[in-house]
C-alpha cells in the first residue's frame, strides 16, 4: 500500500532532498513552502509531487493544507519539517521585529505542524515525524543570537512531546545537524562572512543519509546529531566553558 508524506522546507535544501528521495521510494508526497518557484522545481524533480504554498507560521492556513493533503491523498504516515530560516544579528542590535519572525516560524511553526499532524496520527496509534531543528539550539554564537534562541525552543518543546507521545505508536525524531551547505547557509554568509567563521557547512545529502538510517534503525533516537555536532554536543555538555571561549576567538562578527 502506498503512504503518504508531507514535507515543509520542501522547495529547497535538505526539504527537497526528503521529498525526492520519498517520491523515489514510492511515497505520495505533499510539498509545503512558502516559495511557489522552488515547489514548482521540486515537483519538476520529483514527478507526481503535490505542492501546496503556505507559511507555516500560519497556523490555520497550515491546517486547511493538512486537511486537503488528507483528503486527497490518504493518512499521513510520515511527515518531515524542514522548513525555517535564519537572520544575521547581535544580541543587542538586532529588530525586535526580526526576532519575532524567527519565533513564529522557526519554533511557533514546529507547534503549528505538529498540532496539526500529531493527533490523528496519536489516535491511529502510528505514523513518524520528523523535526529539523540545529545544533543551534544547543550551542549559540555570536550574531545568531536570535536563530539560536528560535531552535533552543524547538528543542524544549521536543522533549515534552517526546514525554506526550510515549507508548502512543507515534514515532519522534528531531534532526540537530551543524551548519549545513543549503541556500539558508549561503544566506547567512551574504550578510555577514565573519558569522561563520570562514566554515564550511556539511553536505545536506548527508544530513538526510543520516535521518534515514535513524529512522531505518529497530530503535528510532529522539535526537541525532549529523557530523560534526555530535562532538559539539559532547563539548558542550562536558567542557562548556572552554567551548565558549573557543567560540569566542574565532567568530567575530560585524553585527
Known amino acids: 500500500m502506498t503512504e503518504t508524506a508531507l514535507v515543509t522546507g520542501a522547495a529547497s535544501g535538505m526539504g527537497r532532498i526528503v521529498a525526492r528521495r520519498l517520491a523515489a521510494a514510492g511515497y505520495r508526497v505533499a510539498a509545503v513552502d512558502l516559495n511557489e518557484a522552488g515547489l514548482a522545481e521540486t515537483a519538476r524533480l520529483a514527478p507526481g509531487t503535490r505542492t501546496h504554498v503556505c507559511d507555516v507560521s500560519d497556523a490555520a492556513a497550515l491546517r486547511t493544507v493538512v486537511d486537503e493533503v488528507r483528503a486527497e491523498l490518504g493518512p499521513l504516515a510520515r511527515v518531515v519539517h524542514a522548513a525555517g ?3 544575521v544579528g547581535g544580541a543587542l542590535t538586532q529588530d525586535v521585529s526580526d526576532i519575532r519572525r ?3 516560524v522557526n519554533y511557533l511553526g ?3 505542524l505538529c498540532q496539526a499532524v500529531i493527533p490523528a496520527m496519536r489516535a491511529a496509534g502510528t505514523g513518524t515525524v520528523v523535526l529539523f531543528a540545529s545544533m543551534a539550539g544547543w550551542l549559540s554564537s555570536p550574531g545568531l543570537s536570535a536563530y539560536a534562541a528560535s531552535k533552543f525552543a524547538v528543542i524544549g518543546y521536543v522533549d515534552a ?3 506526550e507521545l510515549h507508548g ?7 534532526v540537530c545537524p551543524p551548519h549545513v551547505e543549503t541556500p539558508f547557509l549561503e544566506g547567512v554568509r551574504a ?3 565573519a558569522v561563520l567563521a570562514g566554515q564550511r557547512g556539511m553536505s545536506p545529502e548527508r544530513v538526510v543519509d543520516d535521518m534515514e538510517k535513524a529512522l531505518a534503525g529497530r530503535r528510532t533516537p ?3 546529531f549529523p557530523g560534526q555536532a555530535h562532538a559539539l554536543v559532547l563539548a558542550r555538555r562536558f567542557a562548556p566553558n572552554l567551548l565558549r571561549r573557543q567560540i569566542v576567538r574565532m567568530v567575530k562578527p560585524t553585527v
Open 110 to 112: 514546529t507547534v503549528n
Open 191 to 193: 550578510v555577514d562572512p
Open 85 to 87: 530560516f535564519a537572520r
Open 102 to 104: 524567527l519565533i513564529e
Open 168 to 174: 502512543s505508536g507515534v514515532r519522534l525524531l528531531c
Open 161 to 163: 512531546l517526546y514525554q
Open 222 to 224: 529522539l535526537y541525532i
